[in-house]
């Protein structure tokens, strides 16, 4: 393991953990929407932790070019138009440890649940009485403020998790969650994988990661977020009970759980699409 832990792949693991369990943390804004009722404001600071961790993510990008430049530049220097297969498979093992972090994260996110649910009451309550989103989120930072809410959390049990009613939940979501992080967990580390499996489009195919990282924004937006918005919007008016958008929850960080799991299976053959894809825009001379 000497050679497969070095400084860029700690540093891209420890990013991509902290950045998952955020986003799943992000979850807990729907639960805070119908707690508060103030589902437009809840709703406006599940998209400011969305979109600040994925922005987050991209800090990753440049550990993950570090590691991709290693046995792309011993290539070049042994005058070889391929990676050795000894590197080769180093770097194989960095990119799944990478997506293996991001699995931990939704893990550590999804433990974390009920911290996130009660931050993002104080925050939507703190707003109201501020008015200013940078104002409560000064609040939240508060010492005080962060030792009242670890008094107050009380991790549920598993029992409590298996009573939820999952039925109620849309079979849609569940698959489309699942496909969505597959393709979130993958998108960036295939992308840098190919550039590594064809050195004469290294540019290109590191420039298809924003393309399938684009993807799986807009599936998202489509078929994941308006459908939890909804059973949110439902379970204000008073057409289901609490307990459906507490098994969404759950669902949506389970489903985003096996995503990932999953995505260790597609990781290759990602990253061999990217590599043929990338091929076509290179022009030889």
Do not use: W
Not at 17 to 28: H, M, N, R, S
Not at 77 to 105: E, K, N
Not at 244 to 266: D, E, K, N, P
């Amino acid at each position: 393991m000497t050679g497969v832990l070095v400084a860029n792949l700690l540093i891209a693991a420890s990013l991509n953990f902290v950045t998952q369990a955020v986003q799943i943390g992000a979850y807990a804004a729907r639960v805070a929407g119908v707690t508060t009722g103030r589902i437009a404001t809840a709703i406006s600071l599940f998209s400011l932790v969305v979109t600040a961790s994925r922005l987050a993510n991209l800090v990753v990008t440049p550990a993950l070019g570090g590691l991709a430049d290693a046995p792309a530049n011993a290539a070049r220097a042994a005058h070889s138009a391929v990676v050795d297969p000894a590197m080769l498979h180093v770097f194989d093992l960095q990119m799944r440890i990478i997506v293996a972090t991001g699995s931990l994260g939704i893990v550590a996110g999804g433990f974390l649940m009920p911290v996130f649910i009660r931050l993002f009451v104080r925050g939507v309550r703190a707003f109201e009485r501020i008015g200013s989103i940078p104002g409560a989120m000064v609040r939240l930072l508060d010492p005080r403020v962060q030792l009242d809410l670890i008094r107050e959390v009380r991790i549920p049990s598993l029992a409590e998790a298996r009573a939820l009613p999952f039925r109620a939940i849309p079979r849609k979501l569940v698959i489309g969650n699942t496909v969505i992080m597959l393709v979130y967990a993958i998108g960036v580390v295939a992308a840098y994988y190919a550039s590594v499996l064809n050195l004469d489009a290294r540019g290109t195919a590191i420039g298809l990661s924003g393309l399938v990282n684009g993807i799986g924004t807009v599936a998202f937006s489509l078929f994941v977020d308006p459908t939890s918005a909804y059973i949110v919007d439902q379970t204000v008016r008073g057409e289901r009970p609490v307990e459906h958008v507490h098994a969404m929850i759950v669902a949506l960080v389970a489903t985003a759980f096996v995503g990932t799991i999953l995505a260790q299976l597609a990781l290759y053959p990602a990253a061999e699409y990217i590599a043929a894809a990338s091929h076509l825009f290179v022009q030889k001379h």
